[in-house]
């Protein structure tokens, strides 16, 4: 992806993902079609390629600011979920001990 490419999605981002987040706090039943979801978008934004509200969709959820999942992918047909916290963080193991081995004191 070049700088162009970059910056335009993140005007996009800028433009649309508050939008976004609030057509999932306006569905309380979670379920939704991505025509929905982009009408509801272009009815504020109207000046946006048809794609950017389900890339933008996907952006937000790879960040974890909103959750849904696919209930039929045939007919775009989604479900919001709760955001899942994200999981802490594994434990370091402990590096072994610079202590001889037992059998080097043999």
Same mark, same amino acid.
């Given at each position: 992806?070049?700088?162009?490419?970059?910056?335009? @999605? *993140?005007? %996009?981002? $800028?433009?649309?993902?508050g /939008?976004?987040?609030?057509?999932?706090?306006?569905?309380?039943?979670?379920?939704?079609?991505?025509?929905?979801? @982009? *009408?509801? %978008?272009? $009815?504020?934004?109207?000046d /946006?390629?048809?794609?950017?509200?389900?890339?933008?969709?996907?952006?937000?959820?790879?960040?974890?600011?909103?959750?849904?999942? %696919?209930?039929?992918?045939?007919?775009?047909?989604?479900?919001?979920?709760?955001v899942?916290?994200?999981?802490?963080?594994?434990?370091k193991?402990?590096?072994?001990?610079?202590?001889?081995?037992?059998?080097?004191?043999?």
């Amino acid at each position: 992806m070049n700088d162009d490419d970059r910056a335009e @999605r *993140e005007r %996009v981002y $800028a433009r649309i993902a508050g /939008i976004i987040l609030h057509f999932e706090r306006e569905h309380p039943s979670g379920t939704f079609n991505v025509e929905e979801l @982009r *009408e509801y %978008v272009t $009815a504020l934004v109207p000046d /946006i390629a048809p794609d950017s509200p389900g890339r933008i969709l996907r952006l937000l959820h790879e960040q974890r600011r909103l959750n849904y999942v %696919v209930i039929s992918r045939s007919v775009s047909f989604y479900q919001f979920r709760d955001v899942m916290p994200e999981p802490p963080p594994k434990p370091k193991q402990p590096k072994a001990s610079a202590a001889p081995d037992q059998f080097d004191l043999l």
